[in-house]
């Protein structure tokens, strides 16, 4: 950590490589567009912190109006949590006894800084083993319902199949029923604005067939979340989500850009990068030390940032760069990861330059408190 902070206002120019960078302007351009749009629409931000598994990022966003942050594991929420992020909500189920355990702690935790914990559920069994778990901790959990709108992994069936959990949570004094989970995540990446509509209209319909099937039964449904970086706008717009939970829009990735743009949604821009090096140059291609052990390819392979290069996989520790210019042995390349979540996943900390990539300086050193939080 000493040879990082060493680098506090130096010249970005002197960042070995590779490494993670934030262009901090960038970035805090995306963190006021969205923070705008939801005050606009009216609508609560809880962006998902899985993506940046910094407490310094998510405390960032909620200074700017988010209400608190979402994380998919316990162990994420406990990163977090440790260093004062007082708001979350474990948008996951967690049905392990032992995990339970570390769910009430968390909750307990935030509860002595003023905050709140909630989950998502979608079984009776993982009602009960929750309440079991939160059984005389003298804390309360929200809850709130996942419903399966089309990402066909976690969730109830929409419609009646919901009324069944939200009778059990409210037989438990120590869990608070707080809304329906809602959330489609391949429609984010559908590349046409008409493909996203009709899938998001399709997930509203769901979402009526489950409030009314509750109301039905005498239950109000106090809130519902979703929505993602790619289709926001649409939830927002609905009438039926009142809080977003888009969480790539502070970065953007690659694949993200790959989306045709909806005019109803603000623009971001590219504001994570892996900085790298060319070690290599032959006719035909240059070589960076780039490869996949610093950038994820689970949605495709990075883009060349600024250049008319390809990359092209060279393996762990190599990228392939191929156009018709190449560029020169020691020459930087900075690239856009395909994936910006698992990308930061795989390094300990990014580094925030301000002023821009080739002639900003480095004013931040940001850690990834979550890194390999799996559990």
């Given at each position: 950590?000493?040879?990082?902070?060493?680098?506090?206002?130096?010249?970005?120019?002197?960042?070995?490589?590779?490494?993670?960078?934030?262009?901090?302007?960038?970035?805090?351009?995306?963190?006021?567009?969205?923070?705008?749009?939801?005050?606009?629409?009216?609508?609560?931000?809880?962006?998902?912190?899985?993506?940046?598994?910094?407490a310094t990022l998510a405390k960032l966003q909620m200074a700017h109006g988010a209400v608190g942050v979402c994380v998919q594991k316990t162990s994420e929420a406990e990163a977090l949590a440790g260093l004062g992020v007082n708001n979350i909500y474990i948008s996951n189920e967690v049905v392990s006894p032992f995990k339970l355990k570390r769910v009430v702690a968390v909750a307990r935790e935030l509860d002595d800084l003023g905050g709140q914990l909630a989950i998502a559920v979608d079984s009776l069994e993982g009602v009960k083993r929750l309440a079991h778990a939160a059984h005389g901790q003298h804390t309360l959990i929200r809850v709130l319902v996942e419903i399966d709108v089309g990402q066909g992994r976690c969730g109830v069936t929409p419609g009646s199949a919901g009324v069944a959990l939200v009778e059990e949570i409210k037989r438990h004094p120590s869990l608070q029923f707080d809304g329906l989970q809602a959330y489609h995540g391949r429609a984010q990446h559908l590349r046409s604005v008409a493909e996203r509509q009709q899938s998001i209209a399709q997930v509203i319909s769901d979402v009526k067939a489950t409030q009314a099937a509750l109301q039905a039964a005498g239950h109000a449904v106090p809130l519902v979340t979703g929505a993602g970086t790619g289709t926001f706008a649409l939830e927002a717009a609905s009438g039926v989500y009142g809080e977003l939970q888009a969480g790539s829009y502070l970065f953007m990735d690659r694949d993200y850009a790959g989306n045709e743009h909806d005019p109803a949604q603000p623009s971001?821009?590219?504001?994570?990068?892996?900085?790298?090096?060319?070690?290599?140059?032959?006719?035909?291609?240059?070589?960076?030390?780039?490869?996949?052990?610093?950038?994820?390819?689970?949605?495709?392979?990075?883009?060349?940032?600024?250049?008319?290069?390809?990359?092209?996989?060279?393996?762990?520790?190599?990228?392939?760069?191929?156009?018709?210019?190449?560029?020169?042995?020691?020459?930087?390349?900075?690239?856009?990861?395909?994936?910006?979540?698992?990308?930061?996943?795989?390094?300990?900390?990014?580094?925030?330059?301000?002023?821009?990539?080739?002639?900003?300086?480095?004013?931040?050193?940001?850690?990834?408190?979550?890194?390999?939080?799996?559990?």
């Open positions: 950590m000493h040879l990082l902070s060493d680098l506090l206002g130096r010249p970005a120019t002197e960042i070995d490589t590779p490494a993670l960078v934030v262009d901090l302007d960038a970035m805090e351009r995306n963190l006021a567009t969205m923070a705008a749009f939801a005050a606009k629409h009216k609508v609560k931000l809880r962006p998902h912190a899985k993506m940046h598994k910094s971001f821009e590219h504001a994570l990068f892996v900085k790298s090096q060319v070690m290599s140059v032959c006719a035909s291609h240059a070589v960076i030390d780039a490869g996949h052990k610093c950038h994820a390819i689970d949605s495709g392979l990075p883009a060349v940032h600024g250049l008319a290069l390809e990359y092209a996989n060279g393996g762990d520790e190599h990228g392939i760069l191929r156009g018709a210019v190449l560029p020169a042995l020691g020459d930087t390349v900075w690239l856009i990861p395909g994936h910006c979540d698992p990308t930061v996943n795989l390094h300990d900390h990014l580094l925030g330059v301000r002023g821009g990539l080739g002639h900003g300086t480095v004013e931040q050193i940001i850690r990834v408190d979550g890194r390999g939080a799996l559990t």
